[in-house]
């Protein structure tokens, strides 16, 4: 009660002590405030003074010489939600957040000691346990022995502004649909890496990696199922890490991972940054239940290391990661490479590729051969569509140049679209022209078949241009069964009944199954070139060719070989029971006017 009669008693000459108080607000203030100046500033009524604390926007209070609190006015009760009466007796340390060490209260009595007044930042408790932000001063009040009489305190909520400056250094500086690091957050701590792995001698490691087949996720299930899958990711690629590795989203499906402080040995270096990308490869592979839905995707990684030899810049090193990641692609997927010098010119070349390829798309520059299909008697059995670059400075391109890079860019869906479309509308003109073309084969891309709107592009192209289905013969090949046989079978199955046939390309090549096969409605399988070439001389590829034709025979299937170049490989196929071939010995693949002049003998 004495303390609280004592706060009560707000003379003049404690109303006169906290005037000068605030005047010394002022950074620029650095003496100590004393009872005897008081005299020479104007006499304003004690009324005025406990006005002014009792309705300033700051929180106040007032502390005696032993930090007691004695008063305290509303504005305070309002911020920290402790009372007059819960705060007077106690210190200031009622509100003490723990977020401050002791060397910061150090400094602080330090200033107070010496100079008089303390300002700054703190982080203050409110009584339900928030932590809130401050901006704070404290002022001594001696006596003219310079002993301390009062402390007098004033601070204001700066919560609004810390979370606006949290939230602007967030867009800055954070990934908005991950929470990783983004970019330039990401350069920055790259960047102090470099540096500290020059002082040191350690090694580092960035990691770049990017999700396989993401678009597909994307396209057929919607960007809010793509976009809870990437946070997932995110979150995935967080736990296996550790604290003092950056994880950041560059955009899209692309993350990138900065491993600090390896070791000061090359060797070792390379084992933990490879460990690291095959434990960050099975975290990812695992199944992922995204809206009802179990999901599963692989990633492909490249990596490259840094040391006190690297004197590039941040995006060169990110450069290096990024073309081994590509090189970790054309390897299969689902897998990690290291970055090597001789990775930068093909990717140089493969990027050179992808911008003509797009132009060439635009201006008209793929076109499609034709390569005829005949039985042992040279009647035509009908033809295959093969896709061709006419570059206009490079001339024609091979398909085995840019049908890689148009697989891996994704460039392969609309591509293998508008080849449909041709593919159907020339077939479509043949026999409007009254030629009789028996089929017209059309291959797929793995890629493009897996594609969720892969059977309405296929409905689309036969509507617009009006051709017979029974007539097109679409090829896909042997490695497309074993990814995801339910939904293959399915897409398949519904465009059998719209008449379209199909054959498996390259039989023989990939994982062949009895069990796969007898599932699935395919019509023909197609014997592989590797196996004709030697046919006549290679008891391997012999036996091989002999067993084909004999699972397309128990199966009901048709047969034709491709790559037939000698009358000796016609044959001993026909001997074998083929009695369908296409190759150079009865036709190169021609433009579709010279197919006329073949329709025309016909």
Known sequence: MSALKKADHFNTSLAEEMDSSFQLHSPFVTRRIQLNHASSLPQIGSSVYQCFFEHSSDAMLIADADCKILHVNPAFVAITGYTLEESI?????????????????????????????????????????????????????????????????????????????????????????????????????LLQELFAAKRSGQFGAVIFLDLDDFKKINDCLGHRCGDLLLQEVAKRLQLNLRTEDTVARLGGDEFVILLSGLTHKLDDAEKTAGNVAQKVLNALLEVYLIEDQELQISASLGITLFSTAFDESTEKLLRQADVAMYAAKTEGKSTYCFYHPDMLEQANKRLSIENELRFALQNDQIVLFYQPQYDAARQLLGFEALVRWQHPEKGMISPADFLPVAEETG??????????????????????????????????????????????????????????????????????????????????????????RFSIDDFGTGYSSLAYLRRMPIDQLKIDRSFVQDITHNENDAAIVNTIIAMAGSLNLDIIAEGVETPEQVAYLADCGCNAFQGYWFSRPLPGAEVLSILDKG
């Open 411 to 500: 460039i392969i869906i609309e591509l293998g679209e508008r080849l449909l479309y041709m593919a159907c509308r020339q077939l479509a003109a043949w026999h409007s022209q009254g030629f009789k073309v028996p089929h017209l084969a059309i291959n797929i891309s793995p890629v493009q078949f897996t594609h969720c709107n892969f059977v309405d592009s296929v409905n689309s192209a036969m509507e617009l241009t009006g051709v017979n289905p029974a007539a097109i013969m679409l090829e896909i090949t042997e490695n497309l069964i074993i990814k995801n046989i339910t939904e293959v079978i399915e897409k398949m199955r519904l465009l059998k009944q719209q008449g379209i």
């Open 89 to 189: 007796g106690q210190t200031p340390h009622l509100l003490c957040s723990g977020v401050h060490s002791e060397s910061f209260y150090d400094q602080l009595w330090e200033s107070l000691n010496q100079k008089g007044y303390w300002r700054g930042e703190l982080v203050n408790k409110h009584k339900n346990g928030d932590a809130f932000s401050i901006w704070q001063r404290i002022n001594v009040i001696e006596d003219n022995n310079r002993q301390v009489l009062y402390y007098i305190s004033a601070f204001s909520d700066i919560s609004i502004i810390k979370n606006t400056e949290r939230k602007l250094w967030q867009m800055a500086h954070l990934d908005a649909l991950s929470g990783l690091a983004n970019r330039a957050l990401f350069e920055q701590r």
